[in-house]
């Protein structure tokens, strides 16, 4: 396959504030309730996995849908080029609503982690159609804030997300955080199909624009990346790191990401990933802090809960209320970020204090303890959660700064694939890391019964009623010292993070006309720009 040239047509629509209002108020809950359907679930694991009798792979209720997010998160900017933002948006928000429907009704295990992959299929598309719809409504001096408020509902679902689960669960059981979820995702896709108004795509046949996409680059993306991680996270659970299978899964993904890699490079027509970006050292260095980013928040919003529930015997509200520290100044920070960009126009310092904040808190996190006192704990998730609304939003801004705008759409759907691709990796990771930390450090002294339990199902806490002070005080230890494991994991990633911010110039965002259109008309390979008039 050659390169060929396919023209990008520009879907930007500048409203004005009273209809920007109504549909940024809409997207905002779109990304609302993903993420309520995402991280409510990491409380109810262990009581999921008991009703399902899967307690040992229940972890893949989250993974599954982390990988499915991550392998199809790349054909969302270049499909929603050519067939439309709206179209793709309502498509994934009702797709949503069908999966959650189903994964209420799942009788077992390998069912459930099926829906919820297909969940992540939609939950990625939600969440990269809303970013690109706000930088479509928006100009770039005004973007920071409202992408700043729109993360702000990060926060916020991941907050109440947590409470709807524990809540219901109580209530009429794990399936009604599902079905709680289906119907707002088909209502707010119903009302955007209303409200939202139309792109500038002109009318050609569906075959024509069917006839743009990348598939080949859609195969070895989707199929290199689930057959990559799905033995990184079963790992010593489900998959001998020895074995024939692993082995011949890591090695043909591999092959299949690096057969990407050169077909978006050299031979797609209209590339899914725009690798030739990666050529500005900013874009490179970001794109890989996202990636580093991933690993660490998705596997601290599950891990954070089996910690209080495991380590300091709380409950499943208590370890609900243990996130607040977290996500709420998450919500609030990312919104004063977005309102300090548009008025300083700059996003250097906000990134650079982002950083910083999450490399300290990481390190502190690294001394949690079951003594560790509990005004400490919650200084320091306090801290964190500042950081991560510092940084998450602030970062897609400062991505867009650096790339023409008719890549708008891919950078944040590359920017949306790392993360989200380091957020799979990093909980089969986390995972891997806990249970052979627990399995290493399971006591000697405690009954041959609960070993073998705790073996078997790492994310349930056994009853230790018939244990004595001490055999309690050993068990319990082991938790703690699985999840310091983790702990270290999540310090080292942050660090990292913290030295490429060296490659990451602010170039501020001011752009006049004449850039615009500079930028609209570079040769990049594999398209060029069209700016139609609305």
């Not at 509902?153 to 409470?163: D, R």
């Amino acid at each position: 396959m050659t390169q060929s040239k396919y023209i990008i047509h520009d879907q930007s629509v500048v409203l004005d504030r009273q209809r920007l209002l109504v549909v940024f108020g809409l997207l905002s809950i779109a990304l609302l309730i993903t993420y309520i359907d995402q991280q409510s679930i990491g409380v109810v694991l262990p009581t999921i996995g008991n009703e399902l009798n899967s307690s040992s792979t229940i972890v893949w209720a989250g993974t599954s849908s982390m990988i499915a997010n991550t392998a199809f998160q790349t054909l969302y900017g270049r499909v929603s080029d050519i067939l439309g933002r709206k179209v793709i948006m309502i498509t994934s928000l009702c797709l949503l609503g069908v999966a959650d429907l189903l994964c209420g009704f799942a009788k077992s295990g390998p069912q459930l982690y099926a829906y919820r992959g297909i969940a992540g299929v939609a939950n990625g598309g939600i969440m990269a159609l809303s970013m690109m719809i706000v930088s479509d409504i928006t100009t770039l001096e005004t973007r920071g804030k409202y992408q700043g408020i729109l993360g702000s509902f990060v926060g916020l679902g991941s907050t109440i997300g947590p409470f709807i689960a524990t809540g219901v669960t109580r209530s009429v059981g794990w399936q009604g955080t599902f079905y709680f979820v289906s119907p707002l995702a088909v209502l707010v896709g119903v009302l955007l199909f209303f409200l939202l108004p139309p792109q500038a795509i002109p009318k050609e046949r569906l075959k024509t624009k069917l006839g743009r996409i990348d598939y080949l680059g859609i195969f070895f993306s989707s199929i290199g990346t689930i057959l990559l991680l799905v033995p990184i996270s079963g790992v010593k659970t489900q998959f001998n790191p020895d074995s024939a299978m692993f082995i011949s899964m890591i090695t043909l993904g591999s092959i299949l990401l690096v057969l990407f890699i050169l077909h978006e490079w050299k031979w797609a027509g209209l590339p899914i990933f725009p690798f030739h970006l990666m050529k500005n050292p900013a874009l490179a260095a970001m794109m890989a802090q996202n990636f580093l980013i991933g690993i660490v928040y998705f596997s601290l919003l599950y891990f954070l809960p089996i910690f209080f529930q495991a380590a300091r015997q709380a409950s499943l509200l208590d370890s609900a209320l243990l996130l607040i520290p977290l996500v709420v100044p998450q919500s609030i920070s990312s919104a004063l970020a977005g309102i300090y960009m548009s008025h300083k126009k700059r996003y250097g310092e906000v990134i650079w204090l982002g950083y910083v904040l999450w490399v300290v808190s990481s390190a502190v996190q690294c001394l949690f303890s079951r003594t560790f006192p509990l005004a400490g704990i919650i200084v320091v998730l306090a801290i964190e959660g500042t950081a991560v609304g510092l940084i998450f939003q602030p970062t897609l801004v400062a991505a867009q700064a650096h790339s023409p705008k008719k890549d708008r759409a891919v950078v944040i759907g590359a920017r949306n694939f790392t993360r989200a691709f380091g957020g799979a990796a990093g909980l089969a990771i986390a995972s891997a890391i806990y249970s052979n930390s627990l399995v290493n450090h399971i006591p000697t002294g405690i009954p041959t019964a609960i070993a073998v339990n705790m073996k078997s199902s790492i994310f349930v806490i056994p009853d230790v009623s018939d244990l004595s002070d001490r055999q309690k005080n050993l068990l319990f230890d082991a938790y703690v010292d699985a999840a310091r494991s983790v702990f270290y994991m999540w310090a080292g990633a942050m660090g990292l993070c913290l030295l490429l911010m060296v490659f990451v110039n602010d170039k501020g965002l001011t752009r006049n006309e004449e850039t615009e259109k500079d930028e609209q008309n570079d040769s990049v390979p594999g398209s060029e720009s069209l700016t139609s008039k609305v």
